[in-house]
């Protein structure tokens, strides 16, 4: 299904991302805390978007 491509699609860029944010955190590539913290919020924001569609497709599944 066509939607469901789109989604996976979605959740790979995410976890790409998270898997950027993750390597330049560990890289030490933060020159300073404000920029570690912006890189942590979005890493966990991204996260919490994965949660999300997660859930959305579990309800979706449990309404079959």
């Known amino acids: 299904e066509q939607r469901m491509r789109y989604v996976s699609d979605f959740i790979g860029a995410v976890k790409a991302r998270q898997a950027e944010i993750s390597q330049g955190l560990s890289n030490g590539n933060c020159v300073n805390f404000e920029t570690y913290q ?20 579990k309800e979706e599944e449990d309404d079959r």
């Open 38 to 57: 912006r890189l942590v919020g979005q890493y966990q924001g991204l996260q919490e978007a994965l949660e999300i569609i997660n859930n959305l497709l």
